[in-house]
């Protein structure tokens, strides 16, 4: 008999052991509920039982005084020191299964709270947002993508889904939350982009806009195969009457045929999914290629690329100006600056010649350059032009330009320095041990091309530069190409070397090029050098000001793009006599004047009101790179036009001779 009850014993404390084991396992809500069910029938059972052994007690007169003698017990031992002595053994037993259920209810509860701490920091948790902004993978650019769109001032979500890790991003983030006076929220995910189940559960469906960056880490092709991948993902995941705009950063033109695929109907699947592809090597070529033209270029494309308080808006035409020319349209717009017109039909109209005699109709759309959306009026008009003597420009002479180094920007850079610079101009790459690679990339584009003479040195550039016996010393514009070896922390060094090694060739030779531009990788690595007048660091944050442009209106996609592709129209700086006499004059005279001239006045440059040094700090704690002088867009047609040397006119023209891009 005793070995049956201590087998009955050991089985029954198995089966106890087992099934506490089996209530660990459960979801901690399973656990809570479980273990409530369990304290209310202790506390019913303790309750019946002080019924059934005291029944003449006066304390316990009916069930329910019985139940709240249970619970008060059950939850607080103190309780028991007023009870008679023969209920004090019942009462300490119903105290200390309380002590046991609160213990083991605190538990199940932290354990809850634990797992959802540990699923924030993880990052594995759903988002649940509509009309947000998506961005798919990591690299150092989507952090300046999110200090734009901060600054732009407009309310935004960003969630970030990216299989790196969450707090190493939300670092990254941290300055664009720092912006004063922001409106963005900022929401990291961990997981796979190419996975379905990633994107449902940041709500890719219901973004406005999505943003496929690739990695840093992968080469060139696998980030091409990496973004495809991605974009099939996402057309699985996007619903048929998905509205939002796939905005696809691609570090090489060559890959936009492939990656497009991904978006035509009836190829990756029935519907078609919106994609506006970014290249970046095109976008840094065509900075560059602008850069050299004139001093001062590459600040005044940045001010329009960057949300500084003056950008590119696309509006409907509104019934006070449906009917009217181009150059009526322009004069009676105020508090902004009517640069072009989006016809129906998608064709854009950047500085129409004056000649034209297109009526504005209510299908089409403005293109303006103003403060912010909706922040203009109809309602004004600009005085008669009165062109000065002598205000037409001379044709530009031609120009000797360097290109030192070699990278996958060279082929477009050369194609866009064919169209921008004057006929004659001479372009000389100096490559040093990518000679062969540079020679063949000279070679192909001097087959489409013949508005420029292009050779190829093969000597290294650096003993040439020091020296300061090369005539890169003297040219009119010097180039100086980036690493962009991902995996190379210090690639930006190289580029840096050598505009040190130029800057003491012509301290040496006593000659200097009139402009220099250095592109590097890092904008960080810009301020590492003291800026000199004429020169310019191009960095990639232009490609991530570009990209936050686009995200938050797609319809200006277009406006820029043909403003960098140069491709008809083009920004240029000219000199102050061109466009106003000695006299006292405003700025709405120099609109006048630009307009019969063909041109469309955007400013001034540089800032007359100088800069202001609490901004250029507030710029630098945010992580941005300025370097140089400001210009002023868009100032208010009563402006008077500053009378010194140095003061340009920041216009809106078309290409000297009308050439158009062939690339």
Known sequence: MARL????????????????????????????????????????GFAFLARLTFPQEPSLPDATEALWWSVTHFLDGGTMATDPMPMRL?????????????????????????????????????????????????????????REIARSGQRCTLVVLAPEDKDRIDAALRPARQVPRHRLRTVVRTGDPRNEQALLRVAAQNARAIIVMPP??????????????????????????????VIVEARHTEARELLSLAGEPGVAGPGQLALDIVASDEVVASILAASTRQDGIYFVLRHLLAFDGCEFYVEPVPEALAGRTFDEAHAVVRDAILVGVSTEDGELLLSPAPSSQRRLERADRLILLAPGRNRWRAGGELPP??????????????????VVGFNSTLPHLLKELSVSLPQGSRVQVVAGDNSPRALMVV??????????????????????????????????????????????ENGDASALAMLLRLRHGQKVSGHRARRVVTEVRDPRSAVHIAPRRGDAVVSSDVVAMLLAQVVLDPDVAPV????????????????RH?????????????????????????????????????LARQRLEEGDVELGEDAWLNPPRDTPVPDTEDTQVVVLAPLPHGRASGC
């Open 5 to 44: 009850l201590r087998r009955a014993g050991r089985a029954a404390r198995a089966w106890l052991i087992y099934r506490l084991d089996q209530l660990l396992t459960y979801p901690p809500l399973v656990q809570v509920a479980a273990l409530l069910l369990l304290t209310a029938i202790l506390i019913a």
């Open 385 to 402: 032009p009165l062109l000065p003597e002598h205000s037409a420009m001379p044709d530009p002479a031609p120009q000797n330009v360097s």
């Open 90 to 146: 019942l009462a300490l037993g119903a105290t200390c299964a309380g002590i046991l259920a609160v213990s083991l209810l605190t538990a199940a509860l932290a354990s809850k709270m634990g797992e959802r701490i540990a699923d924030m920091r993880s990052g594995l948790n759903p988002v649940v947002e509509r009309d947000h902004v998506l961005c798919l993978g990591y690299d150092p650019n989507v952090a300046l993508v999110a």
């Open 443 to 488: 070679e192909n584009v001097r087959t489409e091309v013949d508005s420029v003479q292009l050779s190829c040195d093969t000597r290294p550039a650096a003993p040439l530069m020091h020296r300061g016996q090369h005539e890169m010393c003297r040219a009119d514009a010097v180039v100086i190409l980036g690493n962009e070896d991902p995996q190379d």
């Open 216 to 245: 840093a880490n992968l080469s060139d092709d696998d980030s091409v195969q990496w973004t495809l991948s991605t974009l099939l993902a996402m057309r699985r995941v996007a619903e048929e009457g998905f509205g939002g705009r």
């Open 578 to 614: 061109a466009y106003v006499t000695a006299s006292p004059s405003t700025f709405a005279q120099v609109q006048a004047n630009a307009r019969a001239r063909g041109e469309v006045a955007l400013g001034f440059y540089p800032d007359p009101r100088g800069q202001e040094r609490s």
């Open 560 to 575: 820029y793009r043909e403003m960098l592709s140069l491709r008809g129209v083009a920004v240029r700086l000219g000199p």
